[in-house]
Structures are given as C-alpha cells and as structure tokens.
C-alpha cells in the first residue's frame, strides 16, 4: 500500500458527522466539526511524514471505527468543561488547589434563585430608586460582628490593596519586617503595598518587633500604620510582637489609622477542638483596629471574597475610591456570602450547616462512624481492593493555622501487586476524581474532608478502576 491510497481511506467530515455516536454526543455541530478535522488532520500528517515501515500502522489507524473514536476521544478532552468535580480524600480542609472552602446544599436553592433571576443586585425596591450592592450582606456583617460598616470586595489581596490604595497611596504605610508575609501563588505583601501605591516601610526585626520601633518611624508621611497576620507560618523561641491595643493607642496618638491583615478570618475560637487559639475577627475589633481585612472562603466558610470591617468614615471614603469598580464582587459571592453570614446567628446551625466548620468540628468518633460505612460500601464491590481504617491527621489547609493536626481517621486501600502510586492514579484519572494522599507508601482517604454523599461514587470508582477478574 502507498500513501496515495492511505490518503483515499480517510472519510469525509460529513460521513463522521452523521455516524450515529458522533450525532448523539452532547457537542454542538461546530465544535464536532473542529474536532473532526483535527483528527484528520493529524492523520494525513502522519501519512505525509511515514515511512515505508510505517505506513502498515497507518493503514489501521485510519479504519472507520478507530477515527470514530479518536474523535469522541478529541471532544472528551479538549471541549468538556474543564472546571471539574472532584473528591477530597486528602485530609485538608482549606485545600487551595481543590477551591477552599464549601458551601452547603442546604443554601443552593436560595443562592439559585438569586443568580437565575433578575434581582435588586442595586435596586432599592422600598424606594424604587437605584440602590448600592454593598447593602445586602452588610446589615448583617454589621449586626454580628458589632462593627460601624463593612465593604466586600473580591479577596483578601484585593481588601488590603484598596485599604491601601485609598489611605496611603504615595504616602508612608509602617509594618513590621516580621509581617511581611508571601501568601498562596508568591504573592508577597510587599508586592501588594507597592501595587497599591503606598510606600512600605520596615520596621524592627524579623522575629523581634516593639512599639518604639514604629513610633520611631513615623513621619509626616506616614498614613497607616500596617498589623499583618501571620496565619500561614509560625515564629517562634526569642520572639517579640506588637499588640493591637498598643498599635491602637500609638495611632492616636498621632491620628493614624490602623489597619490589620487578618487572612483567616476565623469567627468561633477553636481551641475546645484541639486547634491552637488563632485571633477571632472579634477580638480584632475589640482592640479597636481601625479596618480589617479577612477572607471569605477561608475559615469563615463562605465563598471567595474580601471582607473589610471598621469605621464608617474609613469605609465611607473606600467606597468613593475608583479601583473599587475593579474589584466589586457579583451577585453569586453576595447571595453566597448573606447566606453564610445568617447562618453564624445560630452557633449550633453554623457549625453543622457550614461545611468548613462542620469538617473542623467533626470528632474521631463520628469520622470512624463514617470509615465504617465507606469500608462497607467499598466490601460489597468485587474489587481487588482490601480497606482497613486506620488514625490519621488532618490540617487545615488554606494558610491557616501552619504545622497543626488534629485526629482523624482514614481508609487505607491496597490491593495484591497494586502500588500506593498506582492506586492513587487510577482514582485521581477516574471519572469521580478522587484525590486522596500517601504516606509511608499507603494510599489513604480521610474521612474529615469526604462527603457521605459520595461514598457511593467513591466505591464505584474502585470498582471500575480495580475490579476483580
């Protein structure tokens, strides 16, 4: 066979359009088009590059059915969306990689009705005049903090920026040389602060930092004077920080305003769970900080956003700052952050309706419960997989609360002439995108961050992946 004859195999666009399986796919005809000629095109690249050697292999390449399926192969991977559904078996609640923080079933119908219909996003129906979209989810922040206003914005990164941008732009901003923290995807708090117009300055050293070392920094320039937590690291042995308070009172002194990075924003102490105490929005704003910063989708268990608290007169001039059109937050973060917000009214409804908090609340002897069950499910499959619930830790994730764990429980699964590496792979490619850790060369699921409600889809996922022949 020659090429010449290679090239009369190949089947017309049309013909493989009109081939029963490819009609029944769920792609609009434009993309199974792309698709198709991709596909060919790659083949008559082969042929015109083969050698005689080659062109036997080519000649069963280009059979009707294996095209066929080089196309459903073609659409599977390039035009399915490729935001995914995945499994956290890992162990780690605030997992960046896997989107942080969840948000309950039990509020989608609400949050759907929001975005799936028109709203009063900035329409204020009781006077029947534009409105501000800042007002819905505010009341409430207000209410349960105990704060003057707050302003959301679209993350952490964002709230600091537009602090900044909006009191120290080509000004002075003083922090300590111990704060300057590079959080997720090496972006640094110096970065931001030079973003934002606002000219940093050291103060102290890197494990030792007073209040005469900012005192002794401030000039006329000086505009804000800068706490940052420190959530994703620890300093500790010949240490040295500057309280809140104190900071508070040194910018009265000289009319600062003082603002603080805040990160987590955790709300409940979570110290009866075994974690060590990490500052509470609440008692930031006891100590009378004038703004705080914090994120939505970290320990407050909502979506992603910034949230800014403090001074009415503070917020007041952010809101007239023309970034802020850049970094304002939607309809879904609004409607998802009001419903999580009401949930923290009810302590009790919080901590079991808020996934992150219901994950970190959750005991060793209800994760064992929930090993129990899931072994169960994976037994009754004919798999080659042997489980055995084990103890485990689990992290927090997220930049919060660095090197702590608490106790958990774990599935191991192994099975005869199976890797932990081999197992891990066959589930993460697998349909359910099951992502689990090894440790000391054993696959294993934490229960803390598995759903129940996959437990079926996690056994059929073994299942299909390890089947007994």
């Known amino acids: 066979m020659q090429k010449k004859d290679l090239f009369k195999m190949i089947p017309q666009v049309e013909e493989i359009l009109k081939y029963s399986s490819i009609e029944e796919l769920d792609y609009s005809r434009s993309l199974k088009t792309e698709a198709i000629r991709?596909?060919?095109d790659e083949i008559r690249g082969k042929i015109i590059k083969s050698?005689?050697?080659?062109i036997r292999k080519l000649e069963s390449?280009?059979?009707f059915d294996n095209i066929i399926v080089m196309v459903e192969e073609?659409?599977?991977s390039e035009f399915s969306p490729s935001l995914l559904k995945v499994i956290?078996?890992?162990?780690t609640i605030l997992h960046t990689n896997l989107g942080r923080s969840l948000l309950d079933d039990s509020i989608k119908e609400e949050i759907w009705n929001i975005i799936s219909s028109y709203s009063n996003l900035e329409y204020d129906i009781a006077e029947g005049k534009r409105g501000s979209r800042y007002s819905h989810v505010t009341k409430m922040i207000k209410l349960l903090f105990g704060v003057e206003d707050a302003l959301i914005v679209n993350n952490n990164a964002a709230a600091v920026f537009l602090v900044l941008n909006t009191f120290a732009k080509d000004k002075e901003a003083i922090v300590s040389r111990g704060e300057l923290v590079e959080v997720g995807g090496a972006f640094r708090i110096p970065s931001v602060m030079a973003m934002s117009g606002a000219n940093l300055i050291e103060v102290g050293a890197t494990n030792k930092t007073r209040i005469s070392d900012y005192e002794d920094a401030i000039t006329e320039e000086t505009a804000v004077l800068m706490k940052v937590h420190t959530s994703n690291y620890k300093m500790i042995g010949f240490t040295d920080s500057v309280s809140n308070?104190?900071?508070?009172e040194l910018g009265n002194k000289y009319d600062i305003p003082v603002m603080e990075d805040l990160g987590s924003g955790v709300y409940y102490n979570m110290e009866e769970y075994g974690l060590p105490h990490e500052p509470?929005?609440?008692e930031s704003i006891k100590s009378g900080i004038d703004l705080i910063t914090f994120s939505g989708d970290k320990l407050l268990g909502g979506p992603q956003a910034g949230i800014i608290v403090g001074k009415k007169e503070h917020i007041d001039k952010m809101k007239k700052n023309q970034i802020l059109r850049a970094l304002r937050v939607d309809k879904f973060t609004l409607a998802a952050l009001e419903c999580t917000i009401r949930m923290y009214f009810d302590e009790e409804k919080a901590k079991k309706n808020i996934p992150t908090l219901r994950m970190i609340t959750s005991t060793p002897e209800e994760l064992f419960e929930?090993?129990?069950i899931l072994k169960d499910k994976i037994d009754e499959r004919n798999t080659v997989i042997n489980v055995y619930i084990e103890d485990g830790k689990s992290t927090v994730g997220g930049g919060s609360m660095p090197g702590e764990e608490f106790d958990s429980k774990v599935v191991v699964l192994n099975g005869e002439s199976l890797t932990a590496d081999r197992i891990e792979e066959g589930l993460r490619l697998s349909k359910a995108h099951i992502i689990g850790r090894i440790k000391d060369d054993k696959y294993m699921l934490d229960l803390r961050t598995l759903n129940e409600k996959d437990f079926d889809t996690i056994a059929d996922a073994i299942e299909n992946c390890f089947p007994r022949r």
């Open 38 to 40: 991709d596909v060919l």
């Open 51 to 54: 050698n005689d050697d080659e």
């Open 61 to 63: 390449q280009i059979k």
């Open 74 to 76: 073609r659409l599977y």
């Open 88 to 91: 956290n078996g890992t162990g």
């Open 245 to 248: 308070r104190e900071l508070k």
């Open 280 to 282: 509470t929005i609440s």
């Open 370 to 372: 929930k090993a129990k």
